[in-house]
């Protein structure tokens, strides 16, 4: 059976209890959890602390992801 998640308010960039590392971690694991059947993730907003919609500019870090984005776009 297929699923919709929706997503938002992770803010990569801003430490709390666990820092932005840590917090990258977990939303990488859970995508990797989801993705066997997720028919669409949605992901509406906040998903780094602070980021003008720049069309040329990718934020500094959080690289696993924004990999991990890019290896489900590509998957589908």
Do not use: C, N
Not at 12 to 25: H, I, M, N, P, Q
Not at 28 to 56: C, N
Request: hydrophobic share 45%; no cysteine; proline share 1%.
């Amino acid at each position: 059976m297929s699923k919709i998640y929706f997503a938002s308010d992770f803010h990569l960039g801003l430490d709390a209890r666990l820092t932005s590392e840590e917090r990258e971690k977990q939303i990488v694991r859970w995508l990797d959890q989801i993705a066997g059947d997720a028919e669409a993730i949605y992901l509406v907003g906040d998903m780094f602390d602070f980021w003008f919609e720049y069309r040329s500019v990718v934020p500094r870090g959080f690289h696993r992801f924004i990999g991990k984005l890019a290896e489900l776009r590509d998957k589908g």
